[in-house]
């Protein structure tokens, strides 16, 4: 016999039996996962998503997670009686007063503790990755982990825009310079956003005017894509939503066999708005119910992509995404995310707590004149940060290749400055090329 179950919460906690030192970003705020990690007495943390890295006062190292997130809320820790942290589901959308909604009987995300003696056992751990279930997609060899550069960091400088008109980044002569620019420098990928109607105006506030399944007119997606090719380039798919998730879907196998057609083997997906601004609406022209980033709705979402993008031979890049379990092992396609805060916030100085369980996307911006490499930070370079990269956004903004040295401080040949590229700044207060990061919207 089945039946339908409704959670409103779990009645998992974790009980620390020593002092610790966390780390830790606050759960439930309106940025999502891109802040800057908390290090705070474990009794200091209020609500905290996962994984939750701690220090023990005799030294142990351990991180709180979950793995194999499937059709279930993603879980976050919240401080209770005698620094025990309890579960705290993320809430599921409108008045439903439930996480999670299932038929029973039914399984749980794995809750996970890994445990070592240095910080490193934790980020070389394969037990968030082994806790999923199996490769389910198949052959994966026509993916290729790759490089590529794009038409996106001149759109955050306002040399040129994300809507059509005169400064429009996304245009066939423009994206052919960069082409051009990837197949000089050993770059296999060009990204491109801004390509597809629904630009124009305030798109952050109206993601329901997206096409995904026709480029603008000054876009020739036919043409480019051959050109690519004659040079050995792939164009690199984009799809942002402004959150208006059900009219994505509603799209999707659309978009998808239009890039199929026109060899594009990557896409980047997008879901900028504030957490808890999930646009979900279960039938055209029915109530729109707002969903959270990390909800059960949201999970199944993105499993639906890359189920449909598999079919075809696409790899996701997703961006405000839901937080990695260890999927990729089941998803294989799933190569990529930028769920944590990156460089366009502040240069190099990025976190490494958010990222311990998965490859990630740094989101560079351009390559500074010098590298420098406070002890606090680490070179980009230095790294492998997931299968698909980005490190020039600028057509001609990088000279040379990145060959690290043995000891991960800087690249045995270092990277020059092109003109149109603004230097980054290394503080934490400021933006990217001296524009207070409040000045600009989340990408």
Known sequence: MTAKSASAKELTEFSIARPATAWWIPAFEWNREE?????????EVAIAQTPLTLRTDDGLHLSIHEAALVDYAGMNLA??????????????????GTAVVRTAPFTTPWRTIQIGARAGDLAESSLVLNLNEPNRIGDVSWFTPAKYAGVWWSLHLEQESWGTGPKHGATTANTKRYIDFAAANGFRGVLV?????????????????????RPTPDFDLEVLARYGASKGVHLIGHHETACAVSHYERQLPAALDLYARNGVDVVKTGYVCDAGDIQRQDRANGPVVREWHEGQWMSGHHLRVLEAAAQRHIAINSHEPIKDTGLRRTYPNWVSREGARGMEFNAWEIRRTRRSTRPRWPSPACWA???????HRQPEGAWRPADSQHPGQAAGAVRGAVQPDPDGRRPARALRRAPGCLPVHQGRGGGLGGKPRAQRRSR
Do not use: C, H, I, M
């Not at 401080?79 to 589901?89: C, E, I, P, S």
């Open 35 to 43: 802040y800057l990690y908390s290090r705070t007495p474990l009794s």
């Open 79 to 96: 401080k209770g009686d005698g620094g025990v942290l309890r579960a705290a589901l993320t809430p599921g959308g409108g008045d439903r």
């Open 193 to 213: 956003e801004g390509w597809n109607p629904g630009w124009d105006g305030d798109w952050f506030a109206n993601g329901w005017g997206f096409d995904f399944t």
């Open 369 to 375: 004149d010098r590298w420098t490499t406070p002890r």
